[in-house]
């Protein structure tokens, strides 16, 4: 059985009937004006507005003249010679020619066509018309366009009580991937109630995390492997290294033993080229910088002391807080420490006094952050206090290039991958700046403010086009970098290496000159110590207590000639009075 239902409605509850037809407008309602509501009203200056919602189009239709082509072809023979003479037969050419060379026409018009000749192979060999001038020249858009960034997505910390982005890292397998180490690095206020965990980040799904890594303790940095993008090593606030491999899960797989691991927070963690790919170096405020292989975890395989005196003491040793290492320099590697000094390192040096090279002294702070220029690893960046220095190898007195003293703490900095002159720093104030110093270099070429918390950490894609920053409150937030500064630009590199080159140069001059004054004031200081039992200075002069002596001498002896000229000018004086005097009185008696 079917059961089928109807709805009735009747015609007058649908409204009026629309019927459509073509007649002209007609006015179906005229409302007047209410002049008493004017008062309630602003008048509105009229103005043109279109409320066609179509665009106007056209067609065009245009017929052309047909135009038809043929192909043909000429036949070219060798002409101007006269009917009588077969130009094919040798000997009637030669007699033609020796014929025409004895006419006296021939010699004038050989000089006629000789001068028009000149000047045609003259300008022939001065100008080419066939040549290109522009062959090797790139096309070059020229943008215009200012520099610029957006966000693109912002990761936050899913946990109820937010935690510091201390750390990232990009997958190596092109980015798609973000890494962030979450950690309260304020020293013994982390809440009970934290959680441990950090996570790694879809690019594309900020909504909630794609992978939960569980530290034992939270972790202060995080690597990704170059080699394998499966695995991640880590560096816990317990001092602990941590090692991932994701394709087993959350758990790390082996954790080193605290007697082994360093005594303070692990700041940073980097892997080397080595040819297993599995061997990684880590650097506290111990002082300590640690070797390991993340298939033993049980104990470092080199231990190094960054004590500046080169003896090996740990209670004297500088707290490291950054590192850097350079694949193309596999020996060398660079320490930023608490005190703001930047230790350069040999690993293969014998000793251990010999793995210290050198000291660079440069920040008030901590240096937060250290990177050698992707393109010229001899000059190399780092951030601490207020100010961002770039330094170079061959100075050890002071850094080449510097930014002025910002308002707001730097806490991270880096080089783009892409353009060799621009470097990003991120600040306490929620700023990041960005630097191209080809451009300015008192000013950051765009300030972005990326949030009103504090910013503790920065990485670049290795494309150049993505940024991520991490805030105090356990926001990642991903910025997109507009194509005049992910691009590399015309002549850039020649034009930062003529600048480093000549920064150099005029820190080795600076250098060289207060050395010869430091040896000078030290020249002079031991030649006053010999003089000064002879009563003479370093200058070869009397001593103070002879030329206070000597001036009131001459004082007096200026001031007694002084006196001498006084006395005779006054009795020259009277004199001539007298005689005036006597000259009067004779005038007077004969008058």
């Known amino acids: 059985m079917e059961i089928v239902h109807v709805y009735t409605k009747l ?29 309630h009203f602003i008048h509105k200056t009229p103005r043109d507005q279109s409320v066609q919602a179509g665009q106007d189009m056209s067609e065009h239709q245009v017929n052309t003249e047909r135009f038809e082509t043929d192909s043909c072809g000429i036949n070219h ?24 060379e004895k006419d006296e026409s021939y010699i004038n018009s050989i000089l006629q066509l000789g001068s028009v000749m000149e000047h045609c192979i003259r300008q022939n060999n001065a100008v080419d018309i066939y040549q290109e001038y522009f062959e090797d020249e790139e096309e070059v858009e020229e943008n215009q366009e200012p520099p610029s960034a957006k966000t ?13 982005v201390s750390g990232l890292s990009w997958h190596p397998d092109g980015g ?18 934290t959680s441990l965990d950090s996570y790694i980040w879809d690019i594309e799904n900020p909504n909630r995390p794609e992978m939960s890594l569980k530290p034992a303790s939270p972790l202060v940095c995080l690597d990704y492997n170059p080699k394998d993008p499966h695995t991640l090593v880590g560096g816990s606030y317990n001092g602990q290294i941590a090692y991932w491999d994701t394709r087993r899960g959350s758990q790390p797989v082996e954790t080193s033993s605290v007697e082994q691991s360093h005594r303070d927070p692990v700041y940073k963690t980097i892997w080397l080229q080595s040819k297993t790919g599995t061997d990684t170096f880590s650097a506290s405020t111990d002082g300590q910088v640690l070797w390991w292989d993340v298939r033993r975890l049980s104990e470092p395989t080199e231990r190094l002391v960054l ?41 293969k040096a014998k000793t251990p006094a010999e793995k210290l090279v050198c000291l660079y002294e440069g920040h008030h702070g901590p240096v937060y952050g250290l990177q050698r220029n992707p393109f010229f690893p001899k000059n190399f960046l780092t951030v601490g206090d207020w100010t961002a220095r770039i330094w170079s190898e061959d100075i050890k007195e002071s850094s080449i290039m510097w930014t002025r003293y910002q308002m707001s703490y730097l806490m991270d900095a880096c080089w783009s991958p892409v353009r060799p002159s621009v470097f990003f720093t991120v600040k306490m104030d929620g700023v990041l700046d960005v630097w191209d110093i080809l451009f300015k270099q008192n000013d950051p070429t ?26 105090q409150q356990g926001g990642a937030t991903l910025l997109e970098l507009c194509s005049g500064l992910s691009s590399l630009q015309k002549n850039e590199k020649s034009l930062l290496a003529a600048m480093f080159e000549r920064e150099t140069k005029r820190e080795k001059i600076l250098e060289a000159r207060q050395r010869e004054m430091r040896l000078k004031e ?26 206070i002596a000597r001036t009131e001498n001459d004082f007096y002896v200026v001031t007694e000639t002084e006196l001498k000229r006084r006395r005779e000018r006054e009795e020259q004086n009277n004199k001539e009075k007298d005689v005036c005097e006597e000259k009067e009185v004779k005038e007077e008696e004969t008058q």
């Open 11 to 39: 015609r007058g509850e649908f409204g009026r009937q629309c019927h459509f037809s073509d007649r002209p407008a007609e006015l179906l309602l005229d409302v007047p004006p209410e002049p008493s509501l004017a008062p």
């Open 77 to 100: 023979v060798e002409g101007g010679w006269p009917k009588d003479v077969n130009p094919q037969e040798m000997e009637q050419t030669i007699r033609f020619r020796k014929k025409v």
């Open 307 to 347: 004590d500046p005196n080169r003896e090996g003491n740990l209670d004297r040793a500088l707290g490291a807080v950054s590192l850097e290492f350079e694949s193309t320099m596999p020996t060398k590697f660079m320490v930023g420490t608490e005190q703001g000094v930047v230790v350069s390192c040999n690993r």
């Open 446 to 471: 765009l300030s972005v403010k990326v949030c009103d918390d504090a910013l503790y950490s920065l990485r670049l894609q290795d494309n150049g086009r993505l940024v991520a920053v991490g805030s």
């Open 152 to 164: 693109i997505n912002v990761y936050r910390d899913p946990n109820g009580v937010k935690r510091t």
């Open 176 to 193: 798609r991937k973000l890494a962030a180490a979450y950690c309260c690095l304020q020293f013994q206020r982390t809440p009970r109630d």
């Open 522 to 547: 030290r020249s002079r200081s031991e030649q006053s110590r010999e003089d000064e039992a002879s009563g003479r200075n370093q200058d070869g002069d009397e001593s103070p207590d002879q030329l």
